[in-house]
């Protein structure tokens, strides 16, 4: 997996929605499984390795799982609510580990001051930021499109994780929060040695350690307001 975020604009191509369309089979078929969560998690990070790690690919990669544990589930029979619970807890684990692996590549790029085209690396702290979010309302939207009994637990189920919270947000919040707390230690690291030939380099720093503090603010103050709702 391309451990940075990347915008995608086009659609997805045919060979693509083929991918989809085996992943949603793929996730139907572990339904019937008793190590749901298991096999969700890894079929999850499986895909999310296949292809790049940007919103646009998380949203039809977690709807597609979602979708196909779901057909599953009421092909199945039994019990919608459990299954589903423990699928979602998959596709939680596999995000905010990939959660993690992003963080750390934004991290040592950011400590490094390195330079990222087109304002790549705010943009991507600015994903980063959203990924719960995101996550959450893909579900939402999976629900939307869904009926009968896997609506109504989908629904539930996003509700709940809306205001209590996903292991992806904690991920995230903990990576953004080690990467202000680098770069600020490394802004002022480079500070202390302010020369004529390095004014530019530590005000690239400066600038990286904004954009970084900026995306932690806002992501502490949208976990304010979800447990404030």
Same mark, same amino acid.
């Given at each position: 997996m391309n451990d940075t975020l990347h915008t995608a604009t086009a659609e997805p191509s045919m060979s693509e929605?083929?991918?989809?369309?085996?992943?949603? !089979?793929?996730?139907?078929?572990?339904? $019937?499984?008793? !190590?749901? +969560?298991? +096999?969700?998690r890894d079929l999850t990070a499986r895909a999310l390795h296949e292809r790049r790690m940007d919103l646009k690919?998380?949203?039809?990669?977690?709807g597609a799982i979602t979708s196909g544990v779901g057909s599953g589930l009421v092909e199945r029979g039994g019990e919608m609510k459990e299954g589903l619970k423990q699928a979602v807890s998959g596709l939680d684990d596999a995000v905010s580990s990939a959660a993690q692996k992003v963080s750390?590549?934004?991290?040592?790029?950011? !400590?490094?001051? +390195?330079?990222f085209k087109n304002n790549e690396l705010k943009a991507s702290l600015e994903q980063l930021r959203d990924l719960e979010t995101q996550f959450v309302d893909t579900l939402k939207q999976t629900a939307s499109e869904s009926g009968g009994k896997l609506k109504?637990?989908?629904?539930?189920?996003?509700e709940h994780l809306k205001h209590s919270g996903t292991r992806t947000g904690e991920q995230v919040r903990e990576?953004?929060?080690?990467?202000? $707390?680098?770069?600020?230690a490394t802004t002022e690291a480079g500070r202390e040695k302010l020369s004529e030939t390095a004014s530019t380099a530590t005000g +690239?720093?400066?600038?990286?350690?904004?954009?970084?503090?900026?995306?932690?603010?806002e992501a502490l103050k949208r976990q304010s307001e979800r447990l404030r709702s």
């Open positions: 929605k083929a991918q989809l369309t085996q992943w949603r !089979d793929e996730a139907a078929a572990a339904a $019937s499984e008793p !190590d749901l +969560r298991e +096999r969700v690919e998380l949203r039809e990669i977690v750390y590549t934004l991290r040592e790029a950011a !400590d490094q001051g +390195r330079e109504e637990e989908l629904n539930t189920l996003s990576g953004l929060q080690q990467m202000a $707390s680098g770069v600020k +690239r720093l400066a600038e990286v350690a904004s954009g970084v503090l900026e995306a932690v603010s």
